[in-house]
């Protein structure tokens, strides 16, 4: 079946703008995570999804920073006023259920913020 | 909190032949999952293995295996009969079984280059 997918591949914007990320998960799966990864920071993880209940923003760098995930499937990030500090790939991941059950990732969106 | 470590940035081997990743962790959690994940330069991070820490057998898939040592909190990786391919990023993940979140902790990973 298919992954999970993301789009865009790749995104350039400026210091300043705001850009959003799209993440589509596998079909059935109930939680979806966002996780960034930089050079200097390395894999950290930014926001968690169970089904249609309140996220867990507990990851998110500041508040510029957020997200939402419409109808338990499709999930946006979307980051305001962006800085070149957020330049990074954005991975998003999911699984059948958010404990047990191993997590897929997509492709990932690769940020550059000028 | 917990924390991943993989103290080798980078590590070759030759094809064809056995090479060991290193990952420690620590935690303060009897029960959690160990995996390891493989990223090419396509970015897509593919799940090569996974252990159950209550499991005391060590996982395999074909190539792949682990060698777990709850008690010294160690999780290395071997991979057998090395293949072009197999050149990637390595990450090492830890989730704890507690919770509802279940998000991975990951390693700063280790990258592995296939000499043929």
């Known amino acids: 079946g298919a992954g999970v997918s993301q789009s865009p591949s790749n995104k350039v914007t400026e210091k300043g703008k705001d850009v959003e990320l799209r993440c589509d998960p596998i079909?059935?799966?109930?939680?979806l995570y966002w996780y960034r990864q930089s050079l200097g920071q390395g894999l950290e993880f930014l926001i968690y999804f169970q089904g249609n209940s309140a996220p867990d923003k507990s990851g998110l760098p500041s508040d510029r920073f957020s997200a939402e995930r419409t109808g338990g499937s499709v999930s946006t990030l979307t980051i305001q006023r962006t800085q070149q500090e957020d330049s990074a790939v954005y991975l998003c991941a999911s699984s059948l259920r958010p404990t047990t059950d191993t997590q897929y990732f997509g492709p990932g969106t690769r940020l550059t913020v000028l | 909190a917990q924390t991943v470590t993989q103290s080798q940035p980078e590590m070759s081997v030759q094809e064809a032949e056995t090479v060991t990743l290193s990952c420690t962790y620590d935690?303060?959690?009897?029960?959690?999952?160990l995996f390891w994940y493989k990223q090419p330069p396509s970015r897509q991070m593919i799940l090569v293995i996974r252990?159950?820490?209550?499991?005391?057998q060590n996982a395999t898939e074909n190539r792949f295996s682990v060698n777990f040592q709850k008690a010294a909190k160690s999780f290395s990786l071997k991979i057998s009969d090395s293949q072009l391919g197999d050149a990637a990023m390595y990450f090492c993940a830890y989730r704890s079984a507690w919770g509802s979140q279940g998000n991975l902790i990951f390693g700063k990973g280790t990258k592995l280059s296939v000499k043929p």
């Open positions: 935690t303060s959690e009897s029960d959690y999952y």
């Open positions: 079909s059935g799966h109930t939680a």
């Open positions: 252990q159950e820490a209550y499991k005391q």
